[in-house]
């Protein structure tokens, strides 16, 4: 998927149908937004723009470009679905829940910790006990 | 939400270099001394994607939206290629490690919990747990032995420092805004949705 790609005879990729354009064998979206994902293009244009994607399609190295593409559609779609928040809601749940397993396996270790220190006390006991 | 002072601008009417009106829309959320939240916002989405979105939303909503746009546009320029996806794969990631040593913490305490029962049973009766200790002659280091394990389930330091994150991936911005993430509130679509919104970028 370089500048070597070359568009379907007769069908312009998802992003020059939406733009209403012609699509020529060097165009930057072809490879990233075939024909038949058009809501792919058509919600990241509409939450950055084909310029701004462009753009940063341009500073990614080639082999950089899919993932890019792919990440970009994943936070426009998260927009649409929640235009306050988007991805960063995602984010915020995923924080809590980290926060809230590390508490709980903290709060583990520490019952494992007394447990030891019982068992290790019990055992001490009753050594000693057989020595005295 | 007051309107941009009589000869200050807001951020984003001066980086357009227009007027900034009374009933401009970006004023409130775009103050003249953080200039480069409009820039970044800019750069990533472009001023009028983003008067569109805010004009979509209700005043109350809009605050968190632009903290939000901000937050993404600054991750995107951190890195061009994944943005806050990355963060969300990084936090998954976690989970899922969290998620793993935490059953097996688990596992641990309810054999100590057992033992623990047994210890306080055997004690009760005058039993010796120790080797050489049985009548018979046998030897039972039970209890020791399990001392050898818990220490693998101690928090592992590189875990819990903040996201960690290999050398060579600009992540330091997520890591401080993990802070500001904080001031937003509950998200109205991830009410409810803990471990539903466990997304899977691709």
Avoid: W
């Avoid at chain 1, 070597?4 to 149908?17: E, G, I, L």
């Avoid at chain 2, 047994?118 to 032995?145: E, K, M, P, Y």
Wanted: net charge neutral; proline share 6%; charged share 20%.
């Amino acid at each position: 998927m370089s500048s070597s790609y070359f568009n379907y005879t007769n069908s312009p990729c998802a992003a020059c149908k939406f733009l209403r354009r012609k699509c020529t064998s060097d165009c930057v979206f072809a490879p990233y937004f075939p024909p038949e994902e058009p809501t792919k293009f058509a919600n990241v244009h509409r939450i950055f723009g084909a310029s701004n994607v462009s753009k940063i399609l341009q500073e990614v190295a080639p082999h950089q470009r899919e993932d890019a593409v792919n990440s970009l559609a994943y936070e426009a779609e998260a927009r649409l679905r929640d235009p306050v928040y988007g991805c960063v809601g995602a984010i915020s749940v995923l924080q809590r829940q980290v926060l809230g397993l590390q508490r709980e396996l903290e709060e583990t270790n520490a019952d494992i910790m007394r447990y030891a220190s019982y068992l290790g006390g019990e055992t001490a006991s009753v050594y000693g006990d057989r020595r005295g | 939400m007051a309107s941009s002072s009589t000869n200050s601008p807001c951020a984003a009417c001066k980086f357009l270099r227009r007027k900034c009106q009374p009933e401009c829309v970006f004023a409130p959320y775009f103050p003249p001394d953080q200039p480069q939240k409009f820039a970044n916002v800019h750069k990533v989405f472009g001023a009028s994607n983003v008067t569109k979105l805010l004009n979509e939303l209700h005043p109350s909503q809009r605050e968190d939206a632009v903290n939000s746009l901000a937050y993404e546009a600054d991750m995107r320029l951190r890195d061009p290629v994944y943005g806050c996806v990355g963060v969300i794969s990084l936090l998954q990631h976690q989970l899922r490690q969290l998620q793993i040593d935490l059953s097996c913490a688990k596992s641990e305490l309810s054999k100590y919990q057992s033992l623990g029962i047994l210890a306080a049973t055997h004690q009760s009766l005058g039993i010796n747990l120790l080797a050489g200790a049985n009548a018979d002659g046998s030897t039972t280091a039970t209890v020791r032995d399990h001392h050898y394990h818990h220490h693998q389930f101690f928090p592992r330091e590189q875990m819990f420092g903040g996201l960690d994150v290999p050398a060579g991936n600009n992540y330091d911005g997520g890591i401080l805004a993990i802070g500001q993430i904080s001031q937003f509130q509950q998200p109205r679509a991830a009410a409810g949705d803990d471990g539903r919104r466990t997304v899977d970028p691709s």
